[in-house]
């Protein structure tokens, strides 16, 4: 239900409840992530009881964001941009899980945000900073990471379909390419294919794909 909605809208408007989806925050263990210098981590180091418990960042949805979501192996970002991904992702947990699961904040996507989880201070990640904020902070990376991988597995795509793809910005509709490609696999007229698969976006993928 994350992505079905979006696979004919903007990679950015997919990329976001994808990869923040509750699932995923369960199953990369992000809900578990804190910010080393957040508030939550700095009053456990007040108590020595509680030093040495769970906590502190975890990089693993960082890493499958840039590696599978996005950019890909060799697509540029290096271990500095995981690990301030990791930190902008800080907060984001599962609604009423843990006892820091209290002082969370309901999220539109079903996830919850915990302010007291999030690393402070601004990020720079790929060379772009990304000014101070608590939710927001990771919403804004994910509309600027671009998509260099989101077609590169369609084996029916041309070579210039395929590099098309892979230069769109988050900001740029799939219609088009989407379109093009089908009709050319399908024999179909660019302008039909268009018109019956993205009909004011009222049909959802798999009924165009079903027709066919």
């Given at each position: ?28 263990d ?11 981590q ?6 020595p ?9 975890n ?22 941009d995981?690990?301030?991904l990791?930190?902008?992702l ?26 007291l ?9 790929l060379?772009r900073r ?58 179909l007229?660019p ?8 009909p ?13």
């Open positions: 239900m994350a992505i079905r909605p979006h696979v004919l809208g903007r990679f950015s408007d997919m990329l976001k409840p994808a990869a923040l989806h509750p699932a995923m925050l369960l199953y990369l992000q809900f578990q992530s804190t910010g080393p210098l957040s508030p939550f700095q009053r456990r180091r007040r108590r009881a509680q030093a040495g418990g769970r906590g502190g960042l990089e693993n949805l960082a890493r499958e964001f840039l590696e599978l979501h996005t950019l890909g192996v060799g697509g540029g970002y290096t271990q500095a995981v690990t301030e990791a930190r902008a800080t907060g984001w947990t599962i609604p009423g899980i843990g006892r820091i699961g209290r002082f969370s904040e309901d999220q539109t996507n079903g996830a919850a945000f915990v302010a989880a999030h690393e402070p201070g601004a990020r720079m990640i060379r990304y000014a101070a904020g608590g939710p927001e902070q990771a919403l804004v990376v994910g509309g600027n990471v671009r998509g260099e991988r989101v077609v590169a597995d369609w084996p029916w795509l041309t070579p210039g379909q395929l590099h098309q793809g892979r230069d769109l910005a988050p900001t740029i509709a799939l219609e088009s390419v989407l379109a093009g490609a089908v009709a050319e696999h399908l024999g007229d302008v039909v294919a268009m018109a019956r698969f993205c004011g976006r009222t049909t959802r993928p798999l009924a165009g794909i079903v027709r066919a």
